[in-house]
């Protein structure tokens, strides 16, 4: 990815998830669930369906009230605060099913992206990099997002994020229903979004590839947090595997 | 038929299409972002006619006002007291019944517009009874023929198409719109984006209701003449339009209402000696339409939806 603006400064503040439990109804599907997303860097979640990697995203958005526990972004506690304020404080999302607003156009998607920023320029500015990372969009500009591939729907789902100059971006599995193809450049994406100084949470279910570009990670099963550690000692971890990702 | 009435039929058609359809949208765009029925959108009509009677009275007690600046105060009063109506309207019963069913909401506002409607009856001194509107507009007549139109009425369906445009380019252009369709269209990613729902919601009521004000004040122009319940089968009509052209969509609506007009006019102008049915054959025809297309005229999938 080229970038004309000049890099963001280095991430600083680190999202810290405190044991937090949290359900829905009355059922509580995460107990006493502790994360940390330290800046600049690439923090994994890994589970398979049903561990509850998305309900931990979305309480820690706001989006499924949290019951106990707690969650602080750098100094400010967001825990239950509304949506829009979590986002403005930077963090983007990108939401399961790289969900799009289907009935706007490309561009305008990218414009709701960028309703937080009120400098006309800093906004033209930030839109232009984006289409010079991703020219299918450009190419796609004033096509409806709903019919879109899948492939360009997570492509504008992450610039779509990006567009709210976060500092922290939560991926809850961005390469679900992509091609291989399409996988490895959300990989590549991931990656370069780290080099450029951004901090990522990421909630995968591909084992191999989200380890490999991961720096810390946390293994979540039936609502809890059964290991963590950095993703080279978890991608070692031969029992872990065998316990939990299907790998014999 | 003698084109000249022809004509006076076509024009008051087109008025009528405009106002249904200023009042449909709004019952549209609350549909849009929340799922909801407003019912006391009706009444919010009457509140902006009642209070720009209001206003341009007192202004001309307190001081002899020139027609420009009364019609000024009289549109402040409606387009006030209908974004006002409509901003406590959502906060106070449509937002807190969010996760309730979508039947509770209609519930709730049909008898806030209740609330609407007896309180000017009590309230207004004999507001039991009709009330002269004052002539705030310029007077004349534009003659073609035998077909005549008062100035007034030419300008009150210019501004009513302009209203009309004007919504299409705030839902389509502007920040407000931008977080309306969003919200509309998904309200997580919206929130995820950093629009709040709330704001968002309530001003949306407030520009549907403003809507609502203003239709109000052109009816009282139109007709010179306001009631208390003249909201009642307008809002009726305009949830109509709204369903038939498609709830939700922006151009719906707009379609719905001027199709509304239409059957009443063809009616009227076909079938003179059954004028009096004129609402019936509209509304049976709305029913049929709503058989034939029941998504509405502008399908679901379509861009046209906000
Ligand atoms: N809206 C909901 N209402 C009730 N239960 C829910 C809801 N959403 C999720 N659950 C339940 O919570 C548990 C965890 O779901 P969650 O979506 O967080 O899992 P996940 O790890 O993201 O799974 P996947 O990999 O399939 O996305 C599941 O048992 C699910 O059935
Ligand atoms: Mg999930």
């Known amino acids: 990815m080229s970038r004309t603006e000049a890099p963001r400064p280095e991430a600083s503040r680190r999202l810290s998830v405190s044991g937090v439990t949290t359900g829905y109804d009355r059922a509580d599907v995460l107990h006493d669930v502790s994360i940390e997303a330290k800046p600049g860097r690439i923090t994994c979640i890994l589970g398979a369906n049903g561990a509850g990697k998305s309900t931990l995203i979305r309480s820690i958005l706001g989006l499924t009230p949290v019951r106990r526990g707690s969650v602080a972004f750098g100094g400010d506690t967001i825990t239950n605060l509304a949506t829009h304020r979590i986002a403005a404080l930077g963090i983007a999302t990108v939401p399961e099913g790289n969900r799009v607003l289907p009935r706007m156009t490309v561009l305008e998607n990218l414009k709701v992206g960028g309703l937080l920023e009120k400098d006309r320029h800093r906004l033209a500015a930030r839109m232009e990099r984006m289409f010079e990372t991703f020219p299918r969009l450009k190419e796609r500009r004033n096509q409806l997002a709903g019919t879109l591939s899948g492939g360009e729907r997570s492509m504008l789902s992450i610039a779509r994020g990006l567009m709210t100059d976060p500092e922290l971006i939560v991926f809850d599995e961005p390469s679900l229903g992509l091609s291989p193809l399409f996988v490895s450049e959300v990989f590549r994406i991931v990656r370069q979004l780290k080099e450029e100084g951004y901090t990522i949470l990421l909630v995968e279910q591909n084992v191999r590839q989200t380890l490999d570009v991961a720096d810390d990670g946390y293994v979540l099963a039936q609502g809890r947090v059964v290991a963590s550690g950095t993703s080279a000692a978890l991608a070692a971890d031969g029992e872990l595997h065998k316990a939990y990702f299907g790998v014999h | ?306």
């Not at chain 2, 507009?137 to 501004?159: M, N, R």
């Not at chain 2, 998504?295 to 906000?306: D, M, N």
């Open chain 2, 1 to 306: 038929m003698d084109p000249g009435l022809l004509a006076q039929y076509l024009f008051n058609g087109l008025m009528l299409g405009t106002i249904y359809a200023i009042v449909a949208v709004g019952f549209s765009l609350f549909f849009g972002v929340l799922d909801v029925i407003k019912f006391s959108h009706g009444d919010v009509v009457t509140v902006g006619a009642f209070s720009a009677f209001g206003a341009a009275g007192l202004m001309a007690a307190l001081a002899t006002l020139s027609g420009p600046l009364a019609l000024a105060v009289g549109l402040i009063a409606a387009l006030g007291a209908g974004a006002l109506s409509g901003v406590i309207i959502g906060r106070l019963l449509v937002l807190p019944l969010k996760n309730a069913p979508g039947v509770n909401v209609l519930l709730a506002t049909l008898m806030a517009g209740t609330v609407l409607r007896e309180a000017i009856r009590l309230g207004v001194p004999n507001g039991g009874n009709p009330k002269p509107f004052p002539a705030l507009l310029p007077e004349g007549v534009l003659k073609a023929g035998s077909f005549s139109v008062g100035i007034d009425s030419v300008i009150i369906l210019l501004a009513g198409l302009a209203v009309v445009l004007a919504t299409h380019l705030v839902i389509t252009r502007t920040r407000l719109g931008l977080s309306i369709r969003a919200v509309a269209q998904d309200e997580e990613v919206a929130q995820l984006a950093g629009v709040s729902f709330n704001r968002t919601v309530l001003g949306t009521f407030a520009l549907g209701s403003m809507l609502a004000g203003l239709a109000g004040l052109m009816l009282g122009l139109y007709y010179r003449e306001i009631n208390f319940n003249m909201g009642v089968m307008l809002g009726i009509i305009g949830f109509a339009c709204a369903v038939v052209g498609g709830l939700g969509s922006l151009i719906g609506p707009i379609i719905g209402g001027f199709l509304f007009a239409g059957v009443q006019t063809l009616v009227t102008v076909v079938l003179p000696f059954t004028s009096a049915y004129k609402d019936v054959v509209a509304f049976a025809v709305i029913i049929a339409l709503i058989g034939l297309f029941p998504t509405g005229l502008i399908a679901e999938k379509s861009s046209e939806r906000v």
